[in-house]
């Protein structure tokens, strides 16, 4: 059997709201996914999805339960450690683009590739390489302003891969593009993710991207089931 590239076991986690309660997002959320393996999660807005994504990606702690990233339980580990991983091993992508907007889409691809200590001339490779599977090596020089939101997007999608992670998680990515420009940019999110055979979890609002994935899970009061 593959082993897990990302294990959630039992997550918890509750925010303060106002005074004296606490509002519980996760209630004993588990998933599994395999490297290889393009995960679907859906669940309405406010179910909290971002936060169950924040936690996978080292970006939050849990309450309580764990979380492993290619078999190390990084749940309570090191500032540090847990940098590191994100670095190395897991790749965002968000709804909203968040590419820095005074660097070309190159650029934008080499630099957290020079924060995870490659040199600039693996980095630019890489770079090229990455805009060139998404039909975008003509606009490398070009910074975001002057690209249409799919290329954004697009160009997101390979910053997100820049590190080779094991990893992808994504946010409602295609959620501000319309609907013939999501289903491209989408079509381009699942060949990279097939190409590279990483393990992805992707949370989604549309029922005809979710249902092209390999399974779905759904986040209702807290927990995760199939969907």
Same mark, same amino acid.
């Given at each position: 059997?593959?082993?897990?590239?990302?294990? +959630?076991?039992?997550?918890?986690?509750?925010?303060?709201?106002?005074?004296?309660?606490?509002?519980?997002?996760?209630?004993?959320?588990?998933?599994?996914?395999?490297?290889?393996?393009?995960?679907?999660?859906v669940a309405?807005?406010?179910?909290?999805?971002?936060? !169950?994504?924040?936690?996978?990606?080292?970006?939050?702690? =849990?309450? /309580?339960?764990?979380?492993?990233?290619?078999?190390?339980?990084?749940?309570?580990?090191?500032?540090?450690?847990?940098? /590191?991983?994100?670095?190395? !091993?897991?790749? @965002?992508?968000?709804? @909203?683009?968040?590419?820095?907007?005074?660097?070309?889409?190159?650029?934008?691809?080499? !630099?957290?590739?020079?924060?995870?200590?490659?040199?600039?001339?693996?980095a630019s490779?890489?770079?090229?390489?990455? +805009?060139?599977?998404?039909?975008?090596?003509?606009?490398?020089?070009?910074?975001?302003?002057?690209?249409?939101?799919?290329?954004?997007?697009?160009?997101? @999608?390979?910053?997100?891969?820049?590190?080779? =992670?094991?990893?992808?998680?994504?946010?409602?990515?295609?959620?501000?593009?319309? =609907?013939?420009?999501?289903?491209?940019? @989408?079509?381009? +999110?699942?060949?990279?993710?097939?190409?590279?055979?990483?393990?992805?979890?992707?949370?989604?609002?549309?029922? +005809?991207?979710? /249902?092209?994935?390999?399974?779905?899970?759904?986040?209702?009061?807290?927990?995760?089931? =199939?969907?």
């Open positions: 059997m593959t082993e897990a590239v990302l294990r +959630l076991s039992g997550v918890e986690k509750g925010y303060k709201i106002g005074r004296p309660g606490e509002v519980r997002v996760l209630r004993g959320a588990c998933v599994s996914i395999a490297a290889g393996e393009v995960v679907g999660l309405p807005s406010g179910a909290g999805k971002s936060t !169950l994504l924040h936690i996978a990606g080292l970006l939050d702690t =849990p309450d /309580a339960g764990q979380v492993e990233i290619c078999g190390q339980d990084l749940t309570r580990a090191a500032d540090s450690a847990r940098t /590191a991983v994100r670095r190395g !091993l897991v790749g @965002f992508v968000y709804q @909203f683009h968040h590419l820095l907007p005074e660097f070309s889409a190159a650029e934008n691809i080499v !630099l957290p590739q020079l924060a995870n200590g490659v040199s600039m001339a693996a490779a890489r770079a090229d390489d990455l +805009l060139a599977a998404v039909g975008l090596s003509a606009r490398k020089a070009h910074r975001p302003a002057e690209l249409s939101g799919g290329e954004q997007q697009r160009v997101a @999608f390979c910053r997100a891969l820049a590190n080779s =992670p094991r990893l992808l998680l994504a946010d409602e990515p295609t959620g501000n593009l319309d =609907p013939d420009t999501s289903d491209r940019v @989408f079509d381009t +999110l699942m060949g990279l993710v097939r190409d590279t055979g990483m393990a992805a979890l992707i949370a989604t609002h549309n029922p +005809l991207l979710a /249902a092209r994935m390999d399974r779905r899970v759904r986040l209702e009061n807290g927990v995760l089931v =199939p969907a």
